[in-house]
């Protein structure tokens, strides 16, 4: 299936943002912008991730609502 038929593996209705590269559960590793924003909201971001759209989306939701310190990884290809 391509990205861009690919939906968010939460919500089921979003276009994802970023891959977690390291999921906790395999069933959910494509994430939309909202259920990604949630996640760091709630306080357990994706650390070891892939953007999918060519724009560092991820990145900025991390820069504007993660607050704690922790080190994160882009994986590339």
Excluded at 9 to 15: A, E, K, N, V, Y
Excluded at 16 to 37: F, G, K, L, T
Excluded at 43 to 64: A, K
């Amino acid at each position: 299936m391509g990205a861009h038929r690919r939906k968010c593996d939460w919500c089921g209705s979003g276009t994802p943002i970023v891959r977690d590269m390291d999921p906790v559960n395999p069933e959910y590793q494509y994430w939309c912008e909202e259920c990604a924003r949630a996640l760091i909201i709630k306080g357990d971001p994706i650390e070891t991730y892939r953007e999918l759209e060519g724009e560092p989306i991820y990145g900025r939701l991390l820069d504007e609502h993660c607050t704690l310190k922790r080190f994160y990884s882009f994986a590339t290809a």
